[in-house]
């Protein structure tokens, strides 16, 4: 998932650009970085992701998930090595 899919407002027809979230609900926060809801919640009271309350509702803001993920060290994949057949007599 690449974007938060967002309800299309006036793009058509000359209108503004589609609005881009600043808010986002839990379950979409943990869409967004691959993750679940648990460590969402998690991130959260570690203070590495930051939420703010509207009303009851828990909102992430989706500039501390960009820097949630800048701030993962890159991943380091050995290559794939394939061992020589051994042929039987």
Same mark, same amino acid.
């Given at each position: 998932?690449?974007?938060?899919?967002?309800? /299309?407002?006036?793009?058509?027809? &000359? &209108?503004?650009?589609?609005?881009?979230?600043?808010?986002?609900?839990?379950?979409? #926060?943990?869409?967004?970085? #691959?993750?679940?809801? *648990?460590?969402?919640?998690?991130?959260?009271?570690? &203070?590495?992701?930051?939420?703010?309350? *509207? /009303?009851? =509702?828990?909102?992430?803001?989706? /500039?501390?998930?960009?820097?949630? #993920?800048?701030?993962?060290?890159?991943?380091?994949?050995?290559?794939?090595? =394939?061992?020589?057949? *051994?042929? *039987? #007599?």
């Amino acid at each position: 998932m690449s974007m938060i899919e967002m309800p /299309d407002i006036g793009h058509k027809n &000359g &209108g503004p650009p589609p609005l881009t979230p600043i808010l986002v609900t839990i379950p979409q #926060a943990a869409a967004f970085i #691959a993750r679940g809801t *648990s460590f969402v919640y998690q991130a959260i009271a570690l &203070g590495q992701i930051a939420a703010v309350k *509207s /009303d009851k =509702r828990t909102l992430v803001v989706v /500039d501390s998930l960009r820097a949630y #993920a800048a701030s993962l060290p890159p991943a380091r994949i050995k290559p794939i090595t =394939r061992r020589k057949r *051994s042929s *039987s #007599a």
